[in-house]
């Protein structure tokens, strides 16, 4: 039985706070939501998903204890992970360096950002800093109908570090941040390994874990699933 | 190069200042930047000394990406992609089949989303 997905965004574009509900219907029939008190949203999107969707979500995938290990060795001894990976959807207008190539993407292709919080302790004289780091991917299939996925770019912010000490920060996190898009790479390619036997039809993102039942909140920006149809 | 040569120059001048004036100070080096600084106290008070010396003004952000060609690359092998452009996200999808009519037609040409099929 088809099941249709609302999704309803805090921000426009699809973006942040996500409300979602869930309607299995039969073919034919209407998928009907009368629900009124969705709050103050901004944007909505619609997805009917066929019985074969076949959804990974990527979190969990993501804070398997090798990937973490590999991410804490990115950072040195510079900064500490301080948080939990997250992985959410980022439509290529809002990526922070979309200026220096625009036309690398659409405006609304999705891309994940991977993203995770960091801490860094500096001596007396300056405060201590806090922010996040982020990849971002794009999953893709190829003309062979296999599921790929490269690691397109990074970026942090983080406060703190002043008045004397955001100047050798940046020089840590420059020379670390990118570096661990080659370690990033080679733990997606690993995970795409178990899929390498199979081609699929379609591949699409969708707010949260997927779940094909009821309805909840979740926050698009922090997770997303891959969905799949199988071939 | 030559900037953090002259830096580090600076910041040693600094920290033999303090020395002659009794102070015993640290140095922070980096490529662009030098921290001259020491705690100490005097007859019970406590003082602090920090000079901060650098060649650039920087931000808390920034960002980068994989060189243009091996996103092209990567991007050329890439059949579909997760979008919310609003069209047909697939090619390898089977499309939906519409018996032609005058109505299907009209609807199609009045912007409706996706290819229909002949």
């Known amino acids: 039985m088809p099941v249709l997905t609302n999704y309803w965004f805090e921000d426009t574009d699809f973006r942040g706070n996500t409300q979602f509900l869930n309607i299995a219907h039969c073919a034919g029939c209407w998928a009907w939501i009368n629900w009124p008190n969705v709050g103050s949203t901004r944007s909505t999107l619609v997805w009917e998903r066929e019985d074969r969707e076949f959804v990974v979500d990527m979190v969990p995938v993501l804070n398997a204890p090798d990937i ?57 004289y300056c405060s201590d800093a806090d922010g996040d780091i982020s990849y971002y991917v794009v999953p893709y299939l190829d003309g062979s109908a296999h599921l790929g996925a490269y ?81 | 190069m030559e900037n953090a040569k002259r830096i580090e120059e600076l910041a040693r001048k600094i920290q033999q200042c303090l020395s002659e004036a009794g102070i015993k100070a640290d140095v922070d080096l980096s490529a662009h930047e030098a921290v001259i600084h020491a705690k100490g106290d005097t007859e019970g008070q406590i003082f602090r000394v920090i000079a901060h010396i650098t060649d650039r003004e920087v931000t808390p952000a920034d960002h980068g990406s994989v060189a243009r060609e091996i996103a092209r690359a990567r991007l050329t092998t890439a059949v579909i992609r997760p979008t919310l452009a609003a069209q047909t996200a697939t090619s390898f999808a089977a499309e939906p089949k519409y018996v032609a009519s005058p109505s299907r037609e009209q609807q199609s040409h009045s912007g409706t989303e996706g290819k229909k099929s002949e």
């Open chain 1, 68 to 124: 973490l290990a590999a991410v804490d060795k990115i950072l040195g001894g510079s900064a500490q992970r301080i948080s939990a990976i997250k992985a959410g959807w980022i439509p290529w207008r809002y990526v922070p360096y979309r200026g220096s190539d625009p036309s690398r993407h659409a405006d609304l292709d999705l891309l994940v950002r991977i993203f995770f919080n960091f801490h860094v302790h500096t001596p007396w």
């Open chain 1, 151 to 231: 690691v397109d770019g990074w970026s942090y912010n983080y406060s703190g570090g002043g008045p004397f000490c955001t100047g050798s920060i940046n020089d840590h996190l420059n020379s670390g941040v990118p570096a661990g898009i080659g370690t990033l790479q080679s733990m997606l390619d690993s995970r795409l390994a178990l899929f390498a036997s199979r081609s699929f039809d379609l591949l699409y993102l969708l707010p949260g874990d997927g779940t094909q039942s009821g309805g909840g909140t979740t926050n698009v920006n922090d997770q997303v699933s891959l969905a799949l149809l199988p071939r």
